[in-house]
């Protein structure tokens, strides 16, 4: 097979971008190691950049995220046993953020490619890359006992973290920077009416907590464990109970509480790979770099990266002109840390480090009391939480 642009990893960063290039008459194909149901599998974050949502709309993949997603104007910290309001309309300026999942987004994009007759491969084995630094790169990768090639003029890494191509680059290229925080996440989805209309961020001496959800009939709720704890550690009812310590007595009131659909335990990692290009191989969204959930920053750095990648490829094929493909790795990493630095100061601010010493415990209280007390500060927080320009 012979394509444009081959591109490794069939999750959000990968479909979007190949459904953008498709839109202005570049050809590429996904190559996805797993089939599409193990992908809509996955449960993962749902807050949406204004910028990110524009960008499904341009892939016309807006539709039903217009139509089912909500705009959210705002969140709430709650900590000390009160609930204090993030206006993030008011603070940024009049922006807001779109709460819809990304499974649902994933499948959105799917059947965008789908009519378009865009091609994905699922069940794509063994995906290597070969001669990224000429000018002739090619993708390998079994399907059954079958080795099949794709040529192409570039590759794009969209396999996520644990993918093959950010190893594909020599480790005498490759920089990589990464912090591990010593706690999990503990997520429950569960098919009820969420506790609050916007989402609840909780500062407690038990441990962080989210209130989040998908729709009005589905919450997504989350709790700080330690690092050693399994799902099955947590019952249903433990969990529940666990929650309701963490949040003040009224919201605690107010929870609808039923069996839990999913529940899982993420650990909250920061990594940074650097550069995002090695000759002909560009990497995007979870491939070069991942945050804690904390900011919801995750999806939306992907997203900013598949912007970046698809304007630049453009140039490319319709000016010959190659700055930005030049300045991707640069471009891509100066917003990427800046996503990172607001991922760790969420973090930061909100969880229980089994390490901290009372001065911290000071600081943390400080650092939200400072918040609260001054614009400039929620005008940071909300800049941030909606998207920092592309
Ligand atoms: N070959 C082909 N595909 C692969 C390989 C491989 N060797 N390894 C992984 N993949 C696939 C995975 O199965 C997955 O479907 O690449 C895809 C990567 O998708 P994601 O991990 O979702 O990463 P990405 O598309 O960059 O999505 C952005 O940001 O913080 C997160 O939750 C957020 O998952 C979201 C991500
Ligand atoms: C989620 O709904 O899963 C979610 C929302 C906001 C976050 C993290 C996760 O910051």
């Known amino acids: 097979m012979k394509v444009q642009v081959c591109i490794v990893g069939g999750g959000p960063s990968g479909l979007l971008l190949s459904q953008l290039l498709h839109l202005r008459g570049i050809d590429t194909v996904v190559l996805e190691k797993y089939s599409r149901d193990h992908v809509l599998a996955r449960i993962r974050a749902g807050v949406l950049e204004h910028g990110f949502a524009e960008l499904m709309r341009e892939a016309q993949c ?47 994009l799917y059947e965008a490619r789908d009519r378009l007759g865009g091609r994905v491969v699922h069940n794509a084995a063994d995906v290597t890359l070969h001669d990224l630094k000429s000018d002739a790169p090619y993708v390998t990768y079994r399907s059954g006992d ?52 916007e989402l609840i961020y909780v500062k407690h001496e038990r441990g962080f907590a989210l209130c989040s959800m998908r729709s ?62 090695y000759g002909r191989l560009f990497l995007a969204g979870d491939a070069a770099h991942i945050v804690p959930p904390t900011g919801a ?10 912007y970046y990648l698809y304007h630049a490829l453009l140039a490319h094929y319709q000016r010959g002109d190659d700055s930005g493909l030049d300045g991707y790795s640069e471009t891509a990493l100066a917003r990427v840390w800046k996503a990172q630095r ?23 209280q400080t650092e939200i009391s400072y918040l609260f007390s001054s614009q400039t500060a929620l005008r ?11």
């Open 146 to 197: 079958q080795t099949l090639r794709v040529d192409c003029e570039f590759v794009v890494g969209a396999d996520g973290f644990h993918g093959v191509s950010r190893k594909s680059i020599p480790a005498d290229v490759l920089r990589e920077y990464e912090k591990v925080y010593p706690f999990g996440w503990l997520g429950v989805l569960s098919r009820t009416k969420p506790v609050s209309p």
């Open 216 to 277: 009005q009939v589905l919450s997504r709720y989350y709790i700080q464990v330690p690092l050693t704890d399994k799902p099955e550690d947590w019952s249903d009812d433990a969990f529940w109970s666990e929650l309701r310590r963490r949040l003040p007595l009224d919201v605690a009131a107010r929870l609808i509480i039923g069996p839990s659909i999913e529940k899982s335990i993420a650990p909250l990692r920061s990594f940074v790979a650097e550069p995002m290009r």
């Open 62 to 108: 807006g539709e039903r995220m217009d139509r089912e997603g909500e705009i959210h104007r705002g969140f709430h910290i709650a900590h000390d046993g009160v609930l204090d309001h993030v206006d993030l309309h008011k603070h940024s300026g009049g922006s807001s953020v779109m709460v819809y999942g990304q499974t649902e987004l994933t499948r959105d």
């Open 297 to 306: 920053r995750g999806l939306n750095t992907a997203a900013s990266d598949v």
């Open 342 to 364: 607001f991922s760790w100061w969420m973090t930061t601010l909100l969880h229980r480090f089994p390490d901290r010493i009372s001065y911290d415990d000071r600081l943390q």
């Open 380 to 390: 940071q927080l909300a800049e941030n939480y909606v998207g920092l320009p592309f």
